[in-house]
């Protein structure tokens, strides 16, 4: 059974850091890329970041480029993957349930492009 496991929301005020871990098991994601997306109360489900298989790309919605990076483990047993958002510089916009993805073959964008979610967790930023 796959299961992504999202930790580290929480509440910040404005200007203040977080970051948040998802663990994947039941099968490896190695071969495969990860993101998060968020999303805010009444709004739907937008991209934040996802990496690449090998961490060698990693790409950015606008709104978070230069606050937000995402980074990503592959265990070598291939019984756990781990990505990781160090979020900087919280805005209240920030706030939002963010999600971890995992499954795309590329870095992509589109949350269809995911196979695997997670139940999210809460991010609230305080201004």
């Known amino acids: 059974q796959v299961q992504l496991v999202e930790s580290g929301g929480g509440l910040v005020q404005a200007g203040g850091s977080l970051r948040l871990s998802c663990a994947a098991s039941?099968?490896?994601?190695?071969?495969?890329?990860m993101g998060w997306f968020r999303q805010a109360p009444g709004k739907v489900r937008e991209f934040v970041a996802a990496?690449?298989?090998?961490?060698?790309?990693?790409?950015?919605?606008?709104s978070v480029k230069g606050r937000f990076t995402i980074s990503r483990d592959n265990a070598r047993d291939n019984a756990k993957n781990t990505v990781y958002l160090q979020m900087n510089s919280l805005k209240p916009e920030d706030t939002a349930i963010y999600y971890c993805?995992?499954?795309?073959?590329?870095?992509?964008?589109?949350?269809?492009?995911?196979?695997?979610w997670g139940q999210g967790t809460q991010v609230t930023v305080s201004s």
């Open positions: 993805a995992a499954g795309a073959t590329t870095q992509a964008m589109a949350f269809a492009e995911y196979d695997y």
């Open positions: 990496i690449s298989r090998n961490s060698d790309g990693t790409t950015y919605a606008d």
């Open positions: 039941g099968r490896t994601f190695s071969s495969r890329a």
